[in-house]
């Protein structure tokens, strides 16, 4: 039995969540749960129709959760408001960064959307998962020689980031079937963000000097063995403002305007991802489809004012497409109380699993999965299981009265977490599962002791 109206889930004195319930006219970026959570009558969190404390008894713990109709939800919004808005033929990546895999691979491209991916490993999986390759760009400031030449077999787009990339590539295509290539080129533009997450700045160590557009230029348009597409920026992620999207527009059309002088007729544009997410009550981002609409509308009007044709225009989101989609379920275990200090209470996961507060100081909401209208009447810090003082989940959470076995799930983990996933203290890595329509199924299986060791290599002279 499930409630049929959406619930008011306390996350802290006097703040409350609203469950969705399955709508899915919401945009997944402007909420903290999966669309389709929902409290049932024993009181535990849903997901996809699932019981998120029966995934745990059956997969394991911890556990990523992934629900199928959020993630096609903001693919769906990303993709109609482009079609909708912008005159021009357009094209959504999704930047695979923020969690590659097959099966989100699959379940992306299913909806249309092409993949940005920055290496060779991520570039295998998407051809693996079926991608076509038309509609795979691969970044990267510092490709190496293996993966240029895997790319240029795949037939994907290049994204070129530098001279040294860009000689090299003269080298290694030929004239008889050119290689499609981008320009990334560093636009100048500030956003406020977390220094390791920007990138738009000059002082990046991503793309072109624009100082340096009239050579390349120049060099580009007399290679024979590569096809330039378009330029591509990105100025960094989880913004919240729309106006330095707006500014990139405007100064990308320019760089448009700029290569006609070489005879180079560019007809892509890419305004890389950037939008960002909602992971506290207090984070206010626009919609998928207000920064969509915003970038397709400074497009336009910069290339009516230049009497450009309109580019097939592309943006790679990848946070906003994913993150609200996962929550990673967790099993409470040991706690300590240091009087008038703090209580910890620990998980069986952490910086392993999670490495983005440790980073980054990234704040998660939480709640507990078999306790979702207990009243909240502790603040604790949520520890991670990792010897490492700073592998502390959640500062000052408020949770009810939890004890070991409880179910906590932590909200948001969708992007930047298995992605950024690793071993350290030889943890296996979790398993992951795809809910909907209350089935799930394994799209990650859990790592075991063997696999840990599967890399290891034991000279003949220490045994
Ligand atoms: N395109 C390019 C070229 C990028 O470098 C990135 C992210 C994206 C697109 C997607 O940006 P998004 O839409 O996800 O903001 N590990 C950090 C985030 C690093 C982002 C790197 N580049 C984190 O956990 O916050």
């Known amino acids: 039995m499930v409630a049929t109206h959406p619930v008011e889930v306390q996350l802290s004195g006097n703040q409350y969540l609203s469950t969705r319930n399955g709508d899915l006219t919401i945009s997944p970026n402007q909420e903290l749960l999966p669309l389709t959570a929902r409290v049932n009558h024993q009181d535990c969190l849903e997901i996809g129709g699932c019981d998120v404390t029966t995934l745990v008894q059956q997969f394991g713990s911890p556990l990523y959760i992934l629900d199928e109709a959020t993630l096609r939800t903001a693919c769906q919004q990303y993709r109609d408001t482009f079609k909708q808005y912008y005159k021009g033929e357009s094209q959504v990546l999704y930047a695979s960064k923020a969690w590659n895999c097959l099966a989100v691979c699959a379940i992306v491209a299913s909806e249309g959307l092409g993949i940005d991916v920055v290496s060779g490993g991520e570039l295998y999986t998407a051809l693996q998962a079926g991608v076509d390759a038309n509609k795979i760009y691969l970044h990267g400031n510092n490709k190496s020689r293996q993966e240029l030449v895997f790319a240029i077999e795949s037939g994907c787009t290049i994204v070129v980031d530098n001279w040294y990339e860009l000689k090299t590539l003269v080298e290694l295509t030929t004239t008889d079937s050119p290689t499609r290539i981008m320009l990334r080129l560093t636009p100048g533009i500030e956003c406020h963000t977390h220094e390791y997450i920007r990138t738009g700045h000059l002082d990046s160590k991503f793309g072109f000097d624009p100082n340096d557009l009239d050579q390349v230029f120049a060099y580009v348009s007399e290679q024979p063995s590569l096809k330039c597409l378009g330029v591509h920026a990105h100025i960094g992620s989880q913004i919240f403002e729309r106006q330095p999207h707006r500014d990139l527009g405007a100064v990308m059309v320019q760089w448009l305007r700029d290569a006609k002088k070489y005879n180079l007729e560019l007809t892509e544009l890419n305004v890389g991802g950037g939008l960002g997410i909602k992971y506290t009550e207090s984070d206010d981002p626009p919609s998928i489809e207000e920064w969509s609409k915003a970038i ?65 100081q990234s704040v998660y909401r939480t709640v507990v999965a078999n306790k979702m209208s207990a009243p909240l009447t502790e603040t604790v810090t949520v520890a991670g299981k990792h010897c490492e003082s700073g592998d502390i989940l959640i500062k000052n959470a408020q949770l009810p009265k939890t004890e070991p076995g409880d179910v906590l799930v932590v909200m948001a983990t969708g992007a930047y977490n298995y992605s950024m996933a690793s071993n350290y203290n030889r943890l296996p890595r979790p398993a992951a599962v795809l809910v909907a329509n209350g089935e799930a199924n394994l799209i990650l299986q859990r790592e075991t002791y063997e696999d840990i060791i599967r890399q290891d290599c034991l000279p003949e002279r220490l045994k």
């Open 296 to 360: 397709c509308e400074v497009v336009q009007a910069a290339c009516a004012a230049e009497n450009l044709p309109l580019p097939k225009l592309l943006c790679e989101p990848g946070r906003s497409l994913i993150a609200t989609a996962c929550v990673t379920a967790y099993t409470i275990g040991s706690s300590k109380t240091i009087p008038d200090i703090r209580t910890y209470v620990t998980i069986d996961g952490g910086m392993s699993d999670n490495p983005r507060p440790i980073t980054y």
